[in-house]
């Protein structure tokens, strides 16, 4: 079905920190999640109010991200800060753990459910797509009580969306809003690269519009995580998107419309991560 009547707007003003009226001493927590595709750095306060935060792409060079992500805070926050604790989470922790001179590193899914904890302690369910991965974890009271991650196959990830979007010419920017204007999303299915890809050269030999094609890309990922990660695990009631493809309004629409399930975006759902280490 056609995915603009399932929401808009979800990823809008999440990403608000605490504003300081003084430039005077700041202590808290540094959070460092180290991904093969993004690096985020947060900044909390002791009351686990996010400070400032960095979105940066790892390109290959970990701590050359780490290094700026720490610099571009500091200069925002202006040097004046004391840093009570540092926390990493994310592939590269141990490495960018040893860097930074980490008082805890921790594993992704204990990171991920920790700031959806804090956010709201009614959360029981998280979907987490990132650049290379994608995540489901199930929530007892803020205690992880299952959980499941897809490494294996691309098709479930942000960098595939962002690979077939360069693919068809059209800005990873724009994909959401082009795939929601969608009337026919195209049934692509839900295998792995080679076939989808197969599938889309065949659609578009045949005329298909982009607009269908990027809503049955966005169906492709929703379905491919919900068979591949999720299988027979049961979603619970409330249920967080995180990860930075949840800046793609036609995924979540794609998760609403499959699941029937009311998804939420979080706040600072793009640096849950880093977050939670914090």
Do not use: W
Request: proline share 1%; glycine share 12%; charged share 20%.
């Amino acid at each position: 079905s056609a995915l603009g009547s399932f929401g808009i707007g979800d990823s809008i003003n999440k990403h608000s920190c605490k504003a300081f009226g003084y430039r005077g001493r700041v202590s808290g927590y540094l959070g460092i999640d180290v991904g093969s595709t993004s690096t985020n750095v947060v900044l909390t306060d002791q009351e686990n109010k996010v400070l400032a935060y960095k979105y940066l792409r790892t390109l290959g060079d970990p701590i050359e991200a780490v290094r700026s992500g720490l610099s571009e805070i500091s200069r925002d926050m202006g040097n004046n800060i004391e840093i009570l604790g540092v926390g990493t989470t994310g592939s590269g922790r141990y490495l960018a753990g040893r860097f930074v001179g980490a008082d805890v590193i921790i594993d992704e899914i204990t990171a991920q459910a920790k700031a959806a904890y804090l956010l709201d302690d009614e959360v029981d369910t998280i979907i987490e797509i990132g650049g290379q991965d994608s995540k489901f974890i199930k929530l007892e009271k803020g205690l992880v009580s299952d959980f499941e991650m897809n490494k294996i196959c691309a098709a479930g990830t942000g960098s595939f969306l962002e690979e077939q979007a360069k693919k068809l010419n059209i800005p990873i920017g724009e994909f959401g809003s082009l795939a929601m204007t969608s009337d026919n999303p195209i049934d692509l299915g839900d295998r792995c690269t080679v076939f989808i890809e197969t599938t889309i050269a065949a659609a578009l030999s045949r005329g298909a519009k982009l607009e269908d094609i990027a809503a049955g890309l966005s169906y492709s990922i929703v379905k491919n995580y919900l068979n591949k990660v999720v299988g027979n695990k049961e979603i619970g009631k409330k249920v967080f998107f995180q990860g930075g493809v949840a800046y793609n309004q036609a995924v979540i629409n794609a998760f609403r419309a499959i699941s029937g399930k009311r998804i939420e975006i979080p706040e600072f759902f793009s640096v849950t991560g880093a977050y939670g280490a914090a």
